[in-house]
């Protein structure tokens, strides 16, 4: 594995780092403190071309390596300090976009990749229900089969995206009498449905740019040609979709590390104490050291799975290995930032309070740390 990076890829990142810091940043404390998603971000994302980043030049995408596209996401989200609006981002890339580009038919992806790369659709994906989280394919919505329809019924509850999304990959049971491997199916379902509502926008402690919603399905007729893949082929799908979302969307968060790393050394270098720097003493530089480390640990784990995709591996263990890792570093980086920073870090104005409820959640979603922790003891034999 080599993770030498050549010099258009540097200046891919930099081009990255430098549109997000001058584009995407603006009014970011008053979009998080009434829960705003950045719809203006959204659609200069879309110009700059990350949301075609890993799709086909023909279905207008960027047809971007994998070990690029990681590096792009590290130089979005150090660059862009509103989370919830490169989380929205990644979920219609990982979630949505890819899933289309994997599994749809020829006509699908004329259809829909288009506009998902061009940002005139956002995308969602609707799987958890209030009764079936961790267990997430014990599912109770349905479609039942009607020739060339299915009607669907039931409730997809904190799906991100859902207020905002015109496109959901949904998951549903299209057969109860056979085991949940064989019996789930996928659907592109687009938010216009007759019987689809949005009855819930849930309000969260974090990641409150990226709205979170609740679809209730009532007798939605869909017809077959909007299933994704072939009847009992959702669970595949899934783990085919949950393989590129574990494995790049924390690509983002990487670069969240590492922006915070630097605003706490350069703060711990001229805040002074007691005569000196704080950096002097060694419960602060501790601290960062501890952060240098996470830092790079996780920047290995992350490339070691774009290199495992572009040479056309599996990554499924590595997958869950650097979700817990990078996601867990971050929320402990983050309070760590705070306690350097003491009082300020606390306030509002200084922005870290906000980082450290933003990363709370990349511990639950995707999959918990626990049921992660679970997956990756079973893979290596427990």
């Known amino acids: 594995m080599s993770f030498a990076w050549d010099s258009d890829q540097l200046d ?23 829960s705003k998603f950045n719809q203006e971000g959204w659609i200069k994302c879309a110009d700059f071309g990350i949301l075609g980043w890993p799709i086909a030049k023909e279905y207008g995408g960027q047809d971007l390596d994998f070990l690029t596209i990681i590096l792009g996401l590290e130089g979005l989200g150090y660059g862009c300090k509103d989370n919830g609006l490169v989380f929205a981002i990644n979920n219609h890339l990982w979630s949505c976009a890819v899933s289309i580009a994997n599994f749809g038919t020829e006509v699908q992806k004329q259809q829909y990749l288009p506009s998902l790369c061009q940002g005139k659709s956002l995308g969602g994906h609707a799987l958890t229900e209030l009764t079936s989280g961790s267990a997430a ?3 109770k919505t349905e479609a039942i089969r009607h020739g060339d329809y299915y009607i669907l019924n039931g409730t997809k509850t904190f799906i991100s995206n859902a207020p905002i999304a015109d496109v959901y990959v949904t998951f549903v049971r299209t057969d109860s009498e056979v085991d949940i491997q064989k019996g789930i199916s996928a659907f592109i379902i687009h938010k216009d449905l007759p019987g689809l509502t949005i009855e819930k926008e849930w309000e969260k402690s974090g990641l409150r740019t990226a709205p979170m919603g609740e679809l209730v399905f009532q007798d939605c007729k869909v017809p077959v040609d909007h299933r994704l893949g072939q009847e009992g082929q959702g669970y595949n799908i899934f783990q085919s979709t949950i393989i590129w979302e574990r494995g790049f969307l924390f690509a983002s968060q990487v670069g969240v590390m590492e922006r915070i790393l630097e605003q706490c050394v350069n703060y711990a270098r001229k805040r002074h104490q007691f005569g000196q720097s704080i950096g002097s003493f060694q419960g602060i530089s501790h601290k960062i050291a501890d ?6 640990l996780a920047k290995l784990m992350l490339y070691k799975i774009g290199w495992l995709k572009k040479e056309g591996k599996r990554a499924f263990l590595e997958a869950s290995i650097s979700k817990v890792f990078i996601s867990e570093s971050l929320l402990q980086i983050c309070q760590d930032a705070i306690q350097i920073h003491g009082a300020r870090g606390y306030m509002t104005d200084y922005e870290l309070e906000r980082e450290l409820r933003d990363s709370i959640a990349g511990t639950i979603y995707a999959g918990t740390s626990e049921i992660h922790r679970n997956m990756i003891a079973t893979l290596i034999g427990i």
Do not use: G, T, Y
């Open 12 to 34: 891919f990142r930099k081009s990255v780092i430098s549109f997000a810091q001058k584009e995407l940043n603006q009014r970011l404390i008053e979009r998080d403190r009434n």
């Open 291 to 296: 952060m240098k480390m996470r830092l790079e």
């Open 137 to 139: 394919f014990e599912m």
